[in-house]
């Protein structure tokens, strides 16, 4: 179904019913879209503050914006020290009597910005655009959004306003429409919000260990990645992790002329470009031994990945791609296997910069995807023998005179800080509930269940500090640019995600 198609189907299920938001009660898309207006002012002072956890004042000053916002909707706050960048706690004062605990994460940094880059003044000046009949975007007065008629088809272009801000607005939203239409939480929220998800949110496991009390629950809900292409509700039951690693091939000892000395020193670059070149067939498939090992599939993990509606041939065209990778049957199974990407590669120069010289070293970033059953350990070691029965000797830096003397195939292989992959059970008590609440007119297929999604967030590191079981529920457009330039969040989106809150909050668990 087209994404207008759905959404059109989806609000008129809501005028006419209303979402379960409580035994007593409904609430009409009306009121949704009523709320949002009086609350996009609001979004635009949010996506103004810079947020690169890089600048620890920015993430200071976003943190206390946080803080006065969920105070507004009755919560009460506190920050969560982390080395200069806090993360902020909220917890909503009106408890829900015998009710269990909801913990709601979600992220307040961004990634890097290159402000010419974009097609605006800068990145943090919400820019509201539409798209006309030739696919082009063209800027409209965003003060549209406070009033008046709104095209769910409009977007909101600016960093954060899909990763994750976007989120965190519906949030708060959500609340504002509970309180208009005077209905209460079924159960008793706690939010979690995150300073550096975008960095890989080195310190969450020591902040949650160090507040376990504070964060106890009964489950937690991870509001973070794009929702799934068809744009129905969607619930998903794991994500990849992800491991930096840096591979060196070491040449000569300097820069040499390439006239003098082409055909006769090793060219570090051509060495590195072979030993990348036999990491992977030409279907995209790791040749690395046992790298896929750990991955075990179950008859009803395939029916589950089979089951999600994924328009492939559409995919594909959007993609520009002529065909997908081999690694599984499907886009689903693909992401069910860990990868080996190439993020990077350095040697010498290029373009005005370019010299005629054998450069003295190559360099390639990789990201590896975790699965369950192959962590950040297992596939680094698998990549290290690789190399090493390619005949290199790896070195633990910069090779010293004796082992350029004795070794004709010098690397290093640095891992960066990982994180493992985590999932959990998609008949567990949390998802059973969150798909209750996210149905479309009551209709529990509606709902797009996914094993296990791409995209690497601080699930493993904060699981296993608080114990406790998790989903994700990711509520953006699924084209929404997110980690690059023109990030944006379609209108449309920003009130299904709305209700979407607002469902999950007044549904018992």
Same mark, same amino acid.
């Given at each position: ?298 008859? =009803?993990? %395939?029916?589950?990945?089979? @089951?999600? &509606?994924?328009?492939?041939? $559409?995919?594909?065209? *959007?993609?520009?791609?002529? !065909? ?42 990789? =990201?590896? %995807?975790?699965?369950?059953? @192959?962590? &950040?350990?297992?596939?680094? $070691?698998?990549?290290? *023998?690789?190399?090493?029965? !390619? ?119």
């Amino acid at each position: 179904m087209k994404l207008r198609n759905y959404f059109l189907s989806s609000l008129l299920v809501l005028t006419l019913a209303g979402p379960a938001l409580s035994q007593t009660g409904a609430i009409s898309a009306d009121l949704v879209q009523k709320t949002s207006q009086a609350n996009f002012a609001e979004f635009f002072d949010l996506l103004s503050l810079p947020n690169d956890a890089v600048n620890a004042q920015d993430i200071q000053k976003n943190a206390g914006w946080l803080e006065t916002a969920f105070r507004k909707r009755g919560f009460t706050t506190r920050q969560l020290p982390n080395d200069g960048k806090p993360l902020v706690y909220a917890e909503f004062t009106r408890k829900a009597a015998n009710a269990k605990t909801v913990l709601f994460y979600i992220h307040f940094d961004g990634q890097p910005v290159v402000p010419e880059q974009w097609a605006q003044k800068t990145p943090w000046n919400a820019v509201l655009k539409q798209r006309d009949a030739k696919g082009a975007w063209h800027d409209i007065d965003r003060n549209q959004l406070l009033n008046g008629r709104i095209d769910p088809e409009w977007r909101l272009f600016g960093r954060s306003t899909s990763d994750d801000k976007g989120p965190i607005m519906m949030f708060l939203t959500a609340f504002d429409v509970l309180k208009a239409a005077n209905q209460n939480p079924a159960i008793n929220v706690k939010v979690l919000l995150d300073s550096e998800e975008e960095k890989g949110s080195p310190q969450i496991g020591k902040v949650a260990l160090a507040n376990r009390d504070l964060l106890k629950s009964d489950a937690i809900v991870i509001n973070d990645g794009p929702m799934h292409e068809s744009n129905r509700p969607t619930i998903v039951f794991g994500n990849r992790g992800d491991t930096p690693v840096r591979l060196t091939v070491y040449g000569p000892k300097s820069n040499l002329h390439s006239g003098h000395y082409g055909n006769y020193a090793p060219n570090p670059a051509q060495l590195l470009s072979a030993l990348l070149a036999s990491m992977k067939d030409d279907d995209g498939r790791v040749t690395v031994a046992r790298y896929y090992d750990g991955v075990k599939l179950s008859d =009803d993990d %395939r029916k589950l990945l089979a @089951a999600v &509606p994924d328009d492939e041939e $559409a995919l594909v065209k *959007r993609l520009g791609i002529s !065909k997908p990778e081999k690694v599984g049957r499907n886009y689903q199974e693909a992401l069910q296997y860990p990868s080996l990407n190439i993020r990077g590669m350095a040697a010498a120069s290029i373009g005005d910069k370019v010299a005629n010289i054998i450069p003295a070293f190559a360099v390639a970033e990789l =990201d590896l %995807r975790t699965v369950p059953g @192959a962590d &950040p350990a297992y596939l680094t $070691a698998a990549l290290e *023998r690789h190399i090493r029965g !390619k005949g290199y000797y790896l070195t633990k830096g910069e090779p010293t005179d004796a082992e350029r003397a004795k070794y004709d195939k010098i690397a290093s292989l640095v891992p960066g800080g990982g994180s493992k992959a985590a999932i959990v059970a998609p008949d567990s008590p949390a998802g059973k509930w969150a798909q209750t609440a996210l149905a479309v007119g009551g209709n529990a297929q509606s709902v797009v269940r996914i094993r296990m999604m791409g995209g690497s967030v601080p699930t493993d590191k904060l699981v296993d500090a608080l114990q406790t079981p998790f989903l994700l529920v990711p509520l953006v457009n699924n084209d929404n640019n997110q980690h690059s330039f023109d990030e944006n969040l379609r209108i449309g989106h920003f009130f299904e995600g709305t209700r979407a809150f607002a469902n999950l909050v007044t549904t018992p668990f």
